[in-house]
């Protein structure tokens, strides 16, 4: 990159905030000032609405929410947070990863999911995480070479699951010096976040949480075990307290839902300091895999309307992974927008989808991006022209049959393999029920989209 214009662009970034520090409701609109002058052309739609929303209308929940980031975080993580995601993942990123999109004809991704360990201090009902065993670790070196071999193909954004990552916390911490350049977050259960850990992020800055709820004490403890909830609360407790950004994970299933979708529990991650919630529907994935635990189409259209309401009126950012597919054009597995790397070093095209032709220690991260498997996400993608039935294994398991077949790709559980006509026979019934709501949906949607709404 141009040395003299990234610098002059990262001195943009400090001199807005510096602004915004001084007076944050007076000076938001000075930050989307520099985000226009940086951006040029990128992402022009997506800065409109933001800024119709942020920087014009102070009563709005996303200016509320900002406001509240910019007063709460530390000013130097949060520096290194938008340099970092805006600057270097988002806007200099992208344009890397078009160009090479083009160049070799496959999918290049904004970020890469990966497994320091797939060890857990905890057993929650229904995770398939626990069945890869406590042993496999993808060494530092390993997740180094991943990371460098990322950014030569454009990707700053690097997210830890497992496993829970905070088993290798040292490692975590390590990676984020080496690469202050880039952004990391990592799911985690939140139980082995402490005060020294806190301060380590404060040192390194470029490190966010996503920790696991299952909605309050009762339905948390009952999934992941007794005490699981209070450890929680601590941890959150201590991330606000040290003026730390983080954000919730919550898997909803059929047992579940109520309790994730409660306002006052969404009001509570509120208080607690969250600025972020991030909804996953619950996969049927692996031995332990509990199908009973997915939701009916009358939940999941619940928790469709149910997200976007919050999204409209609560100071939180909240994204649903399965029924945003509409806002990001289907499927973003496959390399398209991310891909997993396993503790094993297996690429796996979603952090769901535990099937892999590659693995990191015998090929080049843009190897693996070419191989069968992921072409043939890349060539298959959008999987259904309804982007509320983006996933080729949960909503179109016909797909997910003919791709594992064809390319010859063999599950990546080491515990207990299994083949595709396993899993997909799992979703079939889910399939075919969520079929006709989700085409009412759809059609609801871009009606609203016709007429402006």
Not at 139 to 147: A, G, N, T
Request: hydrophobic share 35%; net charge negative.
């Amino acid at each position: 990159m141009n040395t003299l214009s990234y610098k002059a662009r990262e001195i943009g970034i400090s001199t807005a905030l510096h602004y915004l520090e001084k007076d944050p409701e007076k000076n938001l609109g000075k930050l989307m000032d520099w985000a226009d002058r940086v951006a040029g052309d990128s992402f022009k739609g997506q800065r409109e609405l933001i800024r119709r929303f942020l920087v014009e209308d102070p009563a709005s929940n996303w200016h509320q929410m900002t406001v509240r980031l910019l007063e709460n975080v530390d000013k130097n993580v949060l520096q290194t947070i938008f340099t970092n995601f805006f600057l270097n993942a988002t806007l200099i990123g992208w344009r890397r990863e078009d160009e090479l999109r083009e160049k070799y004809g496959c999918n290049i991704p904004w970020a890469i999911l990966l497994d320091p360990t797939s060890a857990c201090n905890l057993h929650c009902t229904g995770c398939w995480a626990a069945e890869y065993g406590s042993k496999l670790n993808l060494s530092y070196e390993e997740i180094d070479s991943i990371i460098e071999q990322g950014k030569n193909l454009g990707v700053y954004f690097y997210i830890f699951t497992g496993g829970e990552p905070l088993v290798r916390k040292k490692d975590l911490i390590r990676l984020c010096e080496k690469h202050s350049d880039c952004i990391f977050l990592s799911f985690t259960n939140g139980t082995l976040i402490d005060e020294d850990f806190a301060k380590e992020m404060l040192r390194v800055r470029n490190f966010v949480p996503a920790i696991s709820l299952e909605g309050f004490e009762e339905a948390t403890d009952s999934r992941r075990g007794k005490g699981v909830f209070q450890k929680v609360q601590k941890a959150m407790e201590i991330l606000k307290r040290n003026r730390l950004p983080f954000g919730i994970s919550a898997c909803y299933t059929s047992a579940n839902i109520g309790s994730v979708t409660n306002e006052a529990f969404y009001d509570s991650l509120i208080e607690a300091g969250a600025y972020f919630v991030w909804y996953f529907h619950y996969m049927p994935v692996g031995r332990d895999a509990v199908p009973s635990l997915m939701p009916t189409p009358e939940q999941r259209t619940y928790i469709y309307h149910k997200i976007r309401e919050y999204r409209a009126t609560k100071a939180i950012f909240g994204m649903d992974f399965q029924n945003d597919g509409e806002f990001v054009g289907g499927c973003v597995a496959g390399g398209r927008r991310y891909l997993h790397i396993n503790a094993n070093g297996d690429m796996d095209p979603c952090v769901f989808i535990h099937y892999s032709d590659s693995n990191i220690r015998e090929k080049t991260l843009l190897e693996g991006l070419r191989s069968p498997l992921f072409m043939a996400y890349h060539d298959g993608q959008p999987f259904n022209k309804n982007h509320l039935r983006p996933c080729p294994m949960l909503e179109n398991p016909a797909l997910l049959r003919q791709i594992i077949q064809e390319t010859g790709a063999a599950s990546t559980d080491l515990e207990a393999p299994e083949d595709a006509e396993q899993l997909c026979s799992r979703c079939d019934e889910y399939a075919g029920n969520w079929k006709e709501p989700a085409e009412a949906l759809w059609t609801e949607s871009n009606n609203k989209k016709k007429m402006g709404s």
